[in-house]
């Protein structure tokens, strides 16, 4: 079965600061890989997907992520966060197109001015 | 164009009392699923349905059972109530190119 890990569970960071969330997957064959972005709330919203092709894949809101296959890993980026950013983010991952996603346990982001 | 419409938003029940969370969606998705969210333990899967007629069990299906009722639909129902079922709910539907969730059911059992 895949699971996902997500290392931190809250960071805090000053405003303009960049941001780097860890997301590793165990599972050997051919994965899709997602972020997904929780505001206080809300309801998820999809950030970015990798599904094949460019490992850097850009998403909306200025966020990327690489997926970097040998380490099994599809880490979250963005060079300089806004307050706007306070949220939690769950990296997903699944086989196949429209099989369940398996989700991380979540990093909470608290971006301070 | 509203994606997926989860009923109730929120609901307040006593141990041993039951319901059904409802789930709609309008685009045409075959596979269905709903998810607990519960603080840090991300999303977790109940139960899913990759198609109409049928529904498999994911990682913590005790206590719900789940009915496809057609396409469209797909309910979670708590027989019997338990305080450890406290969590907000989420219904999800996908397609090749995506998911889509629901606003989600936050609901208490006292």
């Known amino acids: 079965a895949q699971s996902v890990s997500q290392h931190n569970h809250h960071v805090i960071l000053s405003e303009a600061a960049s941001l780097e969330l860890g997301c590793n997957y165990s599972?050997?064959?051919?994965?899709?890989l997602f972020w997904y972005v929780q505001y206080p709330g809300q309801h998820l919203q999809l950030l970015l997907k990798y599904f094949s092709g460019d490992p850097l894949v850009k998403g909306i809101k200025g966020f990327e992520a690489e997926f970097i296959k040998s380490k099994f890993s599809f880490n979250l980026r963005k060079p300089s966060v806004q307050w706007s950013d306070t949220a939690e983010y769950f990296c997903?991952?699944?086989?196949?197109?429209?099989?369940?996603?398996?989700f991380g346990k979540g990093t909470r982001l608290s971006v301070i001015a | 164009n509203a994606g997926v419409t989860q009923t109730p938003k929120f609901q307040v029940l006593k141990t041993g009392q039951s319901m059904t969370l409802q789930c709609a969606q309008d685009?045409?998705?075959?596979?269905m699923y709903w998810y607990r969210q519960d603080p840090g333990m991300g999303l977790r899967l109940i139960y899913y349905?990759?198609?109409?007629?049928?529904?498999d069990k994911g990682e913590v299906p005790n206590g719900y059972n789940v009915s496809r009722l057609n396409k469209r639909e797909f309910s979670l129902r708590l027989e019997s109530a338990a305080p450890s079922q406290t969590s907000v709910y989420f219904c999800?539907?996908?397609?090749?190119?995506?998911?889509?969730f629901g606003s989600g059911t936050r609901l208490t059992v006292v």
């Open positions: 349905s990759a198609s109409e007629g049928t529904t």
């Open positions: 999800a539907s996908s397609s090749e190119g995506g998911y889509t």
């Open positions: 599972y050997g064959g051919t994965v899709n």
């Open positions: 685009m045409n998705h075959n596979s």
């Open positions: 997903a991952v699944n086989i196949r197109g429209n099989t369940p996603l398996v």
